[in-house]
């Protein structure tokens, strides 16, 4: 039988992924080759809601993994 906090752990982290992906940050790879670029605004709207749904996962993976340790 599977642990369901395994379970919950990898759905929990593949949210995670997506959430990370979807935050536009710079102008991508342009910055990684000396353009300039370095303007971050603040964030508004879905962004901001987006922000704290990542913020609110990681919490959640790092719980998961003390209660995958526990039991």
Do not use: D, H
Not at 34 to 40: D, S, T
């Amino acid at each position: 039988m599977t642990n369901p906090l395994v379970i919950a752990q990898i759905a929990v982290s593949a949210l995670l992924i997506a959430a990370i992906l979807l935050q536009q940050r710079g102008t991508a790879l342009g910055s990684a080759f000396g353009q300039e670029g370095g303007y971050y605004g603040t964030r508004r709207g879905i962004q901001k809601k987006l922000f704290w749904v990542t913020v609110a996962l990681g919490m959640v993976f790092i719980l998961l993994a003390f209660l995958n340790l526990l039991f």
